[in-house]
């Protein structure tokens, strides 16, 4: 367990509420920022912990400020708004990224925060909603080793494994490669079951055998049974999922990457969408098939 810190933490979502949480338990002093105010309120009244008005005034003091909001505008927004984080951050702060954004807001980030004498790391997140309640993220950092080194026994509140990668922008490209993998499994997965069915198969009996074998994956084994039920509340969203499959088909542009399959699913993602289940969680595919 880490020493005791001065922590800010901005965005309150399905991922943040619970990570700002950890943090209290972990015997931090935590003031919290949200755009909506009443779910800063909310947790502040379940954690014990502080609220801010602006990002500002919650950095204010702080030893590290994580952020954990929607996309590149907003942390940029949240940065370096009149009110933002870099108004009143103080030298020898560090700020430690969670959001998902491209790898090249992460280098702008950090060239911004190193010019006022503040660390950045791009450190995205995978695990989902459960990993952030239960505390077992794993966490994928860019950035320098001495800002690593600082940040990582305080991730461990809510990590079950933080990795430096590389340079700034690493942990974000490596997102991009576990959001590559995601889409593939969960259409892998979703024709399968379809294929199941439609055969007349027992089909829970077929995940608990082929769970066991080669097929396997954390996909299978956490939503296998759910994409059977039709269930399709489990946290990570269609909305977000396109979001994030946008910035990665955009960098394979950039260095001549092929992702056919990503952008395959990214279009079903789509008609998941129109059909109105944006806000289902990514196993959805299967709702195409049926």
């Known amino acids: 367990m880490s020493e005791p810190r001065k922590v800010t933490f901005i965005g309150l979502g399905i991922m943040g509420f619970p990570m700002a949480g950890h943090l209290v338990s972990a015997g931090h002093d935590v003031t919290v920022y949200n755009r909506t105010a009443a779910k800063a309120d909310a947790w502040a009244g379940r954690y014990g912990g502080g609220s801010a008005s602006t990002p500002a005034k919650a950095s204010?003091?702080?030893?590290?400020?994580?952020?954990?909001?929607?996309?590149?505008?907003?942390?940029?927004?949240?940065?370096?708004?009149?009110?933002?984080?870099?108004?009143?951050?103080?030298?020898?702060?560090?700020?430690?990224?969670?959001?998902?954004?491209?790898?090249?807001?992460?280098?702008?980030?950090?060239?911004?925060?190193?010019?006022?004498?503040?660390?950045?790391?791009?450190?995205?997140?995978?695990?989902?909603?459960?990993?952030?309640?239960?505390?077992?993220?794993?966490?994928?950092?860019?950035?320098?080793?001495?800002?690593?080194?600082?940040?990582?026994?305080?991730?461990?509140?809510?990590?079950?494994?933080?990795?430096?990668?590389?340079?700034?922008?690493?942990?974000?490209?490596?997102?991009?490669?576990?959001?590559?993998?995601?889409?593939?499994?969960?259409?892998?997965?979703?024709?399968?079951?379809?294929?199941?069915?439609?055969?007349?198969l027992d089909l829970n009996l077929v995940l608990d055998t082929i769970g066991k074998g080669a097929a396997g994956s954390w996909q299978m084994e956490n939503r296998g049974s759910t994409m059977v039920k039709n269930e399709f509340d489990f946290g990570f969203a269609v909305d977000l999922m396109r979001k994030d499959l946008g910035i990665v088909m955009e960098e394979a542009q950039k260095i001549g990457a092929t992702v056919e399959v990503t952008e395959i699913v990214d279009r079903f993602y789509s008609d998941i969408q129109r059909s109105g289940g944006g806000r289902w969680d990514t196993s959805s595919l299967i709702s195409r098939l049926r």
């Open 60 to 200: 204010e003091g702080a030893d590290m400020i994580f952020l954990c909001v929607g996309n590149d505008d907003d942390v940029r927004s949240v940065l370096l708004s009149e009110d933002g984080v870099l108004q009143q951050a103080k030298s020898g702060s560090l700020v430690i990224d969670h959001t998902t954004t491209s790898a090249s807001l992460a280098r702008e980030m950090k060239s911004i925060c190193e010019s006022e004498q503040i660390g950045f790391l791009d450190a995205p997140i995978s695990g989902g909603q459960a990993g952030a309640e239960n505390g077992i993220l794993t966490v994928m950092c860019g950035g320098e080793k001495p800002s690593f080194d600082q940040a990582q026994p305080v991730i461990e509140a809510y990590s079950r494994l933080c990795t430096l990668i590389g340079p700034s922008g690493s942990g974000q490209l490596t997102k991009m490669v576990n959001q590559i993998c995601i889409a593939g499994l969960l259409q892998g997965l979703a024709e399968a079951l379809d294929f199941g069915r439609r055969s007349g």
